[in-house]
């Protein structure tokens, strides 16, 4: 299930240009399992922002490529393509994410 998730402060000029500036997850395999306090999965989000690094690091520890919201369809991949994020959506596709359509809300 989704568990809350730490980050711990980096050491000074080691933060990878991904991450938000001096952290770094204190635990991939977690984070790859994690939500927002929102309810989005920590994938979908690096996906949102274009954040491909972060994306792959999800993908290769399990995060689950076609999750979908409840309330609106909304994937991952719909996300990063609707934003732009081709590395995120290439990402994704390397990873088995689905191309169907999921909704005509997002």
């Known amino acids: 299930g989704a568990e809350a998730v730490t980050v711990t402060a980096a050491a000074p ?3 990878s240009p991904d991450w ?3 952290f770094e997850p ?4 977690r984070l790859a399992r994690s939500v927002s306090a929102q ?5 979908f989000l690096a996906c949102l922002h274009g954040r491909t690094n972060c994306a792959m ?3 290769n520890q399990g995060a689950d490529a076609d999750w979908q919201a409840d309330a609106s369809g909304a994937t991952a991949l719909l996300a990063a393509a609707r934003h ?4 995120c959506v290439a990402a994704l596709l390397r990873h088995g994410a689905s191309t169907s359509p999921c ?4």
Do not use: C, E, F, T
């Not at 309810?39 to 994938?43: D, E, F, V």
């Open 84 to 87: 732009g994020h081709a590395g």
């Open 20 to 22: 938000p500036s001096g």
């Open 103 to 106: 909704s005509d809300a997002y």
């Open 13 to 15: 000029g080691a933060s």
């Open 57 to 59: 690091l999800l993908l």
């Open 26 to 29: 204190a635990d991939p395999r």
């Open 39 to 43: 309810g989005l999965p920590a994938l």
